[in-house]
């Protein structure tokens, strides 16, 4: 089998970073071939009343949504207690999709520099359609063919890869806040064979991807968190004497703070009701539970009906950064969610939808989110509005912020945050559940400000 550069993975992997027009598509390229794939792959996005989708129902019993396959995912209520919290306890619903997923990014070096096979991937829940994809973003059910749709191109890449090089394979969590318990393998699978290049599939570098990073919608939810993933630069982190107390610390906080979760019957839910078709939160706030009827081309399935869960409000996720003696570092939050497999995981320095705390008082306010909102434009090192998962939810954004900190920022009574070095967050990248979905993205996009300053160095 033919070898891949003799370089180490972190130093390859700088390399695409920099490299901001790859070998097989050139911006030109790009742009043409992603108007093109908008032109022929699309969804077509109906609302319909959550009791009338073809394939799912409303139990009579429990109220919870579910599909006739007993598959795929399920809508039901959590009961959440958080003592010591701003709000101790609560009753919401929740997406509940306990098996694991496959997010996948191919990679094969073209000139000597690595490339990445993405998708052009129409999703219902996308706000513009089409996004860029993993090369696999599948669910268990769907690979496992319970959708009766076409095979899952380049699958088999993930699922044998005793003949490919690893680079990486984690199980992560997903958004907490609305999924109990959901998690998707991330792997970055390379291999020197020859590739097929199937219709609405490119190669972009890791430069590219961080270049399109700066568009709004563009990169989906997947591709970000696979990113995060890739190695990064050689260093004995998981060694260093920071690590440790960084461990330690995750280790204190789980231990100090509680969490006590249960599903519990969906129309059972305290402030929430089935109504017009939807379930809803009874002043108006958080998000629906909607239903869709889907029409698709270019997907493994040309029709289909779901649910989706319909955030009220565009949210911020936002990541304070600044050196500490010569090292690049961000404030992390230790953040309890409900559906988390563990107590915590952490977070961004912020991560909210602003406009839930509206007409609440100062204190109730997120720590950090006022020194976010009011920073210099000058210290505002990165700013992009991105789409979560548009398989499960509908028009869901957040703008991701990344801003230069103060120096003399305080972390007085803030015992839940801690300023983190990037080759720590790295090391922690190798192993599940310390780093969110909402964390994970936005390093994506922190990585792609380095791998722009690395090229201008060079």
Avoid at 124 to 131: A, L, T
Wanted: net charge negative.
């Amino acid at each position: 089998m033919t070898q891949v550069t003799e370089q180490a993975p972190a130093t390859r992997f700088a390399e695409s970073a920099r490299a901001v027009d790859g070998v097989r598509t050139d911006t030109a390229a790009f742009d043409a071939w992603l108007a093109d794939c908008r032109d022929r792959f699309h969804t077509t996005v109906e609302l319909r009343p959550l009791d009338a989708l073809q394939g799912w129902s409303v139990d009579p019993h429990t109220g919870d949504v579910g599909h006739s396959s007993g598959r795929f995912f399920a809508v039901r209520g959590l009961d959440v207690q958080v003592p010591g919290a701003a709000v101790e306890r609560w009753q919401q619903p929740i997406i509940s999709q306990p098996e694991a997923g496959i997010l996948g990014i191919l990679v094969k070096e073209f000139d000597g520099v690595p490339h990445c096979l993405m998708q052009a991937k129409a999703e219902p829940g996308n706000i513009n359609g089409i996004q860029l994809s993993p090369t696999v973003q599948a669910t268990r059910s769907n690979y496992s063919g319970v959708h009766r749709g076409k095979a899952v191109p380049y699958l088999e890449y993930f699922r044998d890869t005793a003949s490919h090089r690893v680079l990486a394979d984690v199980l992560q969590s997903e958004q907490g806040a609305w999924f109990h318990r959901k998690r998707n393998r991330n792997l970055i699978v390379e291999t020197t064979g020859p590739v097929e290049l199937l219709d609405g599939f490119c190669w972009l570098t890791l430069g590219q991807l961080h270049e399109l990073l700066r568009q709004d919608d563009l990169v989906n939810m997947d591709t970000r968190t696979v990113l995060s993933c890739f190695p990064a630069a050689p260093t004995a982190a998981e060694c260093a004497p920071s690590y440790g107390e960084l461990l330690r610390w995750i280790t204190e906080e789980r231990t100090r703070r509680e969490r006590h979760v249960r599903e519990i019957p969906l129309n059972s839910v305290t402030g929430w009701q089935l109504r017009d078709g939807r379930v809803t939160h009874r002043d108006g706030l958080f998000f629906d539970v909607v239903g869709v009827s889907v029409e698709a081309a270019g997907r493994e399935v040309g029709r289909w009906d779901q649910p989706l869960l319909a955030p009220r409000g565009t949210g911020l996720v936002a990541l304070l950064v600044r050196e500490i003696d010569g090292i690049p570092h961000a404030l992390l939050h230790a953040r309890v969610e409900a559906g988390h497999l563990d107590v915590l995981e952490l977070a961004p320095t912020v991560q909210c939808t602003p406009q839930t705390y509206a007409h609440l008082p100062p204190e109730a306010r997120p720590r950090f989110l006022d020194t976010v909102l009011t920073a210099p434009e000058q210290n505002v090192l990165f700013s992009a509005v991105h789409s979560e998962e548009g398989g499960r939810f509908l028009h869901a954004r957040n703008r991701y912020v990344i801003v230069e900190a103060d120096p003399g920022l305080s972390l007085a009574d803030c015992p839940d945050y801690r300023w983190t070095a990037l080759h720590d967050t790295a090391a922690l990248l190798r192993h599940s559940h310390y780093l969110n979905i909402q964390v994970r993205s936005i390093l994506a996009c922190l990585h792609g400000l380095a791998g722009r300053e690395g090229k201008e160095k060079s």
